[in-house]
């Protein structure tokens, strides 16, 4: 069986220092729901008027959890809010058990923390198709709501994991009109990370006054530059879901305020990143720059393509400026482009220029770049003013011998 259990080589150094967010709460426990001997279950209560805002899978085969959550996501605020997720389990593929175990953990949890069922909101994430043993999770509900703490979102994002090497956290304390506002998020993400709306599983807390509305604009807009434009290996989730909860404590107003959404994308592109550091398996961290393309619609799609590209990963794993596979992603794309018009670089290195081998091209001096831990890969398609940026990994034997196991 593979070791799954090595910290990936692009982690952190450490879990950062996150700002504690008013009006939320955490607590997790030890359920035993697939994994022995750690925490597994993760419950965070939020207090009355927090705003939630979220995006999810766009999976054809998406979860139970999934369904709730988005027939739940714009009601009413007034009652306070909780979140509970499990790990190990999907709850995805299980037909009437799927929906029954959401129904009997969601009024568990509204009975626990004295909140409307309306107002839980649920998560799973872990193997697809076996019976969520939600009486696992039911049985220590009210054990959690009497541990809740404010301080506690570390052993949260521990919680939430599965075959994730370490837990991820980003955060960001801005100063508005004079006042303090705080944003704190985690996420888990390791593997079949090729998003269709946000990421696997994605929290993001903050103490600011903003509407539902405004707070689901903002959201949505940011996604599609952070964790939309992230892939580890092309798989879309059955339970992607990202859910931002703004609790008002601060007493702040950031509605249409630009200084509170720069540093919400900031807390979103960082967990974006995390997630792609930790892709089962990898060794290198990839941006992808495409640049000159016939739209931004294009730009990305001719960057996912590069990303998602088992030849491309597979020379990047290997430390092989392999620019002809670049070439070959871009044409299969299915986006414009024209063979004559293309140039790459690889780090500062040009190595192709107008659709032919750049002039003084060094072999050596690209190698040299793909022996880092991070890399960079330009692509210019000439055709016009379409750009944007994609993050990937590379793919190694690691990402095999995690997935050939991932049940045993």
Request: glycine fraction near 10%.
């Amino acid at each position: 069986m593979a070791d799954i259990t090595a910290v990936s080589p692009l982690a952190p150094d450490a879990f950062p220092a996150l700002p504690v967010v008013a009006g939320v709460s955490f607590a997790t426990i030890a359920a035993g729901v697939k994994y022995k001997g750690r925490a597994d279950v993760m419950l965070a209560k939020l207090i009355p008027g927090t705003t939630i805002a979220g995006v999810f899978t766009s999976s054809a085969t998406r979860s139970a959890p999934v369904l709730d959550c988005q027939a739940k996501l714009g009601g009413p605020s007034d009652a306070g809010a909780a979140i509970l997720v499990n790990s190990g389990n999907s709850n995805a593929f299980t037909g009437r058990n799927g929906t029954a175990a959401v129904e009997a953990i969601t009024t568990a949890t509204a009975a626990a923390c004295d909140l409307p069922v309306d107002r839980v909101f649920t998560a799973s994430t872990g193997v697809i198709g076996e019976p969520l043993p939600f009486e696992k999770i039911t049985a220590h509900l009210k054990s959690l709501a009497g541990a809740l703490d404010a301080d506690a979102i570390e052993p949260a994002a521990q919680a939430i994991m599965t075959t994730d090497t370490f837990a991820k956290g980003a955060g960001e304390t801005v100063t508005i009109g004079g006042r303090t506002v705080t944003i704190a998020g985690i996420a888990k993400g390791s593997g079949m990370i090729a998003p269709d709306m946000a990421t696997m599983l994605v929290y993001i807390f903050t103490d600011a006054v903003i509407s539902q509305a405004d707070l689901q604009a903002l959201v949505s807009r940011h996604n599609a530059t952070s964790f939309n434009c992230i892939t580890v290996d092309s798989d879309t989730s059955t339970s992607d879901t990202l859910l931002v909860a703004a609790t008002g404590a601060s007493g702040v107003d950031v509605s249409g305020d630009q200084t509170f959404s720069d540093a919400l994308y900031r807390v979103m592109l960082d967990l974006a990143h995390q997630v792609v550091r930790d892709g089962e398996g990898a060794t290198k961290f990839v941006e992808i720059e495409v640049t000159g393309a016939a739209s931004d619609a294009d730009a990305r799609t001719h960057g996912l393509s590069i990303a998602n590209s088992p030849l491309v990963k597979t020379a990047i794993a290997g430390e092989d400026p392999n620019w002809g596979r670049v070439v070959m992603a871009v044409g299969k794309s299915g986006a414009a482009a024209d063979r004559d018009q293309l140039s790459i670089r690889f780090g500062d290195v040009t190595v192709a220029e107008k659709g032919w081998v750049a002039a003084g091209y060094d072999e050596a001096k690209a190698a040299a770049h793909m022996k880092g831990q991070d890399l960079f890969i330009g692509v210019d398609i000439g055709l016009g003013a379409g750009r944007a940026t994609v993050w990937t990994c590379d793919l190694t034997h690691g990402y095999i011998s995690i997935n050939a196991d991932y049940r045993s």
